[in-house]
């Protein structure tokens, strides 16, 4: 791979990711290494008790304000109900550009990410048990990178056009979380296999090494549900939806004919990246056709954190069972439907998975 970029190779990648925009947006900062990071937050109208949270990060040269304009993140928090944080990558000498691994930086964009999460947690009383990451083309790259060294701080995430760097791909997860990737088999820019005629040479592992990747670190086996969604509209495109048997939550949605774009026009498109992210990231079933059991279980933890005495509420009868931060079992119980009582004060003080026999994964802190 190329170790510097052609200017104006960019100039025109960021003409296609995106239309620059000049909309003004409010937006906040945040010191992090020295610098004064901006980010920019929405919130919904009512914040009862925890609210989930949903960090966006933006492709390369694009810029928060811009993408406010496009997505109308404020209506989006209002119907989600959701916080939703944008931040902005650094100007690594190509435009605005997270540090995903494709140049040499010495930026720690995870560590403010995060160091942002734990600040805004206590000032928004977010919820702990509901941290999700998505992310377009390089924020697609970010999002891989977080889930694969800081998994164990955020419940989902969705990469959309973005791969796994090489050197991130001979890494291990810390810990098993649930993902969704979304990509357009007819990419020029983020290539299906790796590479990018934008570019002109890779910038990852292929989409098909990325399935492979997250199987393997969520435990999957055997053939996945395939689900071909509805063609209502003449946009030429085609979603395939796959959902894998995993340990913990994997999915695809591979776009036949898609290109280097988020699609989100319900009046053009079939298929709304938006809603889909939003029901993958809480456990509803976005298929035409259903899918398979793991999906519709359900589960639910309250308090959390807590001092180690917890309900548990699920869909149907299951089994769970309890891991700890380095992989190991420490309870496993069985269930039944409704809610049940969870006792775990007799752990230490900490982080825990917890795990349904369908797949439905859940992070628990015990104090």
């Not at 966006?56 to 040269?61: M, Q, R, Y």
């Not at 999915?251 to 009046?267: A, C, E, P, S």
């Amino acid at each position: 791979m190329r170790k510097s970029f052609n200017i104006l190779k960019i100039i025109s990648l960021c003409s296609i990711l995106l239309a620059v925009g000049t909309v003004w947006a409010q937006t906040e900062t945040f010191e992090w290494q020295g610098v004064q990071r901006q980010y920019l937050i929405r919130t919904p109208s009512s914040m009862e008790g925890q609210t989930p949270v949903l960090y966006f990060l933006h492709g390369l040269g694009d810029n928060i304000t811009r993408c406010d304009q496009e997505f109308n993140f404020a209506q989006l928090a209002e119907e989600f109900g959701w916080v939703i944080v944008v931040p902005q990558a650094r100007n690594l000498g190509i435009g605005n550009m997270w540090n995903a691994g494709l140049i040499p930086s010495s930026v720690d964009d995870a560590g403010f990410l995060l160091a942002l999460l734990d600040t805004l947690t206590l000032r928004y009383n977010l919820n702990p048990d509901s941290v999700f990451f998505t992310g377009f083309s390089m924020g697609g790259f970010m999002t891989h990178k977080m889930a694969i060294e800081h998994g164990d701080r955020f419940t989902a995430g969705a990469p959309v056009s973005g791969l796994i760097t090489t050197s991130l791909a001979a890494q291990t997860p810390v810990a098993p979380v649930r993902m969704l990737h979304i990509h357009g088999d007819n990419d020029a820019v983020v290539g299906y296999d790796g590479n990018s005629s934008a570019f002109g040479g890779a910038l990852g592992i292929s989409v098909e090494a990325i399935l492979d990747f997250w199987k393997a670190a969520n435990g999957c086996n055997g053939e996945p549900h395939v689900d071909t969604m509805p063609d209502t509209h003449n946009d030429g495109l085609r979603f395939i939806h796959y959902t894998y048997n995993c340990g913990t939550d994997f999915q695809f949605l591979k776009v036949i004919g898609g290109t280097h774009t988020w699609y989100y026009n319900d009046n053009q498109y079939d298929v709304n990246y938006w809603h889909v992210i939003h029901d993958f990231f809480e456990g509803k079933d976005f298929s035409p056709s259903g899918l398979h059991d793991s999906q519709k279980v359900g589960l639910r933890v309250a308090p959390n954190p807590s001092d180690g005495l917890y309900n548990v509420e699920v869909g149907i009868a299951t089994t769970i069972t309890v891991i700890d931060q380095q992989g190991r079992i420490v309870l496993t119980k069985q269930i039944e439907s409704g809610v049940s009582q969870l006792d775990l004060r007799h752990l230490s003080e900490g982080v825990y998975n917890i795990r349904t026999t369908e797949g439905k994964t859940t992070k628990v802190v015990v104090l």
